[in-house]
């Protein structure tokens, strides 16, 4: 277990904050482009409160990514957005754009955090860090004022929904790319594709899956991204 001080807890408090805020976009883009393709079912969490997704995943939102953090340092969790699965055979297509809408959301979030960055490092707050991390995605250029603290969490917004983004956009189930891939198929065929993966050892199995091909794709995603935010400053090999 990490060592309890102020600077872990405050990153932890930071990587909560963020994560909560985070998963509420991806769960509310599910809901509301559900919505707007003709499925009700999660209305409810058409929303930024993060409430009413908390009060779906109690455990998922809440206990687990403190957990995660207070024994392993990082932060992980999950939510869920139900929709009805009688639309989406009916409308694989729709069920598609459903799916992406998650990751879009968290794609679109590492984007602004991005843009917030590079005006950081315009406006001389924030500096390319010398060797990046998941939570030192830029430093302040003044360590001892306001934007140590402005620098992490816009490096911890940028790290973790490009996180959130990249896994979920694996095409293995239960993952939201598993549906989103059908976007590219007829409807007939999507039907089929995603009925060969109704059955709950999928899932299981998916999720192991997703993980060990998530740590072997995401380094290079990492570098990436890092390369693409610094072009023409930095480069991350």
């Known amino acids: 277990m990490p060592e309890l001080n102020i600077d872990f807890l405050t990153l932890g408090l930071i990587w909560f904050v963020v994560f909560l805020f985070s998963t509420t976009c991806h769960e509310g883009a599910h809901a509301l482009v559900a919505k707007l393709g003709g499925d009700p079912t999660a ?17 998922g939102m809440v206990v687990m990514p403190i957990v995660s953090y207070l024994f392993g340092g990082y932060v992980m969790g999950w939510a869920s957005a139900p929709y009805d699965p009688v639309w989406a055979y009916r409308h694989p297509h729709r069920a598609a754009r459903m799916a992406l809408a998650g ?9 602004l ?16 860090p010398s060797a990046a991390s998941f939570a030192r ?38 993952l939201d790319g598993n549906v989103g891939v059908t976007i590219f198929m007829t409807e007939d ?41 610094y072009y023409g400053m930095v480069s991350y090999g």
């Open 189 to 229: 065929r999507a039907r089929r594709f995603l009925e060969m993966f109704r059955t709950p050892n999928f899932a299981f199995m998916g999720l192991f899956l997703a993980w060990a091909l998530f740590g072997r794709v995401f380094p290079h995603v990492f570098t990436h991204a890092l390369n693409v935010l």
């Open 103 to 111: 990751p879009a959301a968290n794609f679109t979030l590492m984007a």
């Open 137 to 174: 995605i830029a430093e302040a250029a003044d360590p001892a004022g306001l934007g140590s603290l402005l620098a992490t969490v816009v490096s911890v917004l940028f790290m973790l929904n490009l996180i959130l983004g990249t896994f979920n956009l694996l095409p293995i189930p239960p």
């Open 43 to 59: 209305s409810g969490q058409v929303t930024l409160n993060p409430i009413p997704h908390i009060q779906r995943e109690k455990f």
């Open 113 to 128: 955090a991005a843009l917030a960055i590079r005006v950081g490092v315009a406006l001389g707050v924030f500096v390319p």
